[in-house]
């Protein structure tokens, strides 16, 4: 299948400080990135699309302003968290969707990147 | 409330046991796909089944789908101390289009 590469990992950041999170997908092209945001135990809730060469769709409740996405190109998407507080401290995982074939619908993931905010 | 209710929440059986888990959900959908993720990683596709289908097999696996009762069970046959993980139903309303997750399932299987 198709791989999708998060990173980074694992962030630590103090109360205030933006944080950057890369998702690239490494041998096919994606229009369309989603981001979901992960509390321990719990499901994934989704934050935004991020689109190719425009706007993001955000999520009701998710504050466009407070987390940044760009998808610049067909293989990358950006998601910042401006000013990150405890209280956005949480895991944050990408997808791809196939687009084409008999599995159309299916999201390949990235591994997730695990922010703490003290 | 949310689309797509997994239950059981949590569930514990001893290898070789099969063990089952079902997806409830409320709209309509274009497709429904299982996906498991281990504790602290990414989330791995198992199986999807479109609206059109009742039943899919992928080795150990095994999906239904009734979409009058919009609900949907994942089989896994003769599990393995490596299935222990957590299972996520997602619903898709059209063809790769976004996807709503269920609440999971955490699985554990005792050796």
């Known amino acids: 299948g198709a791989v999708v590469s998060q990173h980074p990992s694992r962030v630590i950041c103090k109360s205030g400080t933006s944080v950057k999170i890369e998702c690239r997908s490494l041998d096919f092209q994606a229009t369309t990135m989603f981001w979901y945001r992960q509390f321990p135990k719990q499901s994934l809730m989704l934050m935004a699309t991020?689109?190719?060469?425009?706007?993001?769709?955000?999520e009701q409740g998710v504050e466009k302003d407070k987390f940044l996405i760009n998808h610049a190109s067909l293989t990358l998407s950006t998601l910042t968290v401006t000013s990150a507080h405890p209280e956005d401290s949480s895991f944050y995982i990408c997808s791809a969707p196939e687009l084409r074939g008999p599995n159309t619908g299916e999201l390949f993931f990235g591994e997730g990147s695990r922010l703490t905010v003290l | 409330s949310q689309q797509g209710e997994e239950d059981p929440q949590a569930l514990s059986i001893q290898e070789g046991e099969n063990a089952t888990m079902n997806c409830s959900y409320k709209?309509?959908?274009?497709?429904l796909q299982w996906y498991r993720q281990n504790s602290g990683r990414g989330l791995v596709h198992l199986i999807l089944?479109?609206?059109?289908?009742r039943e899919k097999h992928s080795g150990r696996l095994r999906v239904t789908l009734d979409t009058s009762k919009k609900s949907s069970s994942l089989l896994i046959t003769a599990s393995r101390a490596a299935d222990t993980a957590s299972y996520f139903c997602a619903t898709g309303e059209t063809s790769g289009s976004r996807l709503t997750f269920g609440e999971g399932t955490q699985l554990t299987v005792n050796p």
């Open positions: 709209t309509s959908i274009n497709n």
């Open positions: 089944i479109r609206s059109n289908e």
């Open positions: 991020s689109n190719e060469g425009s706007k993001a769709t955000y």
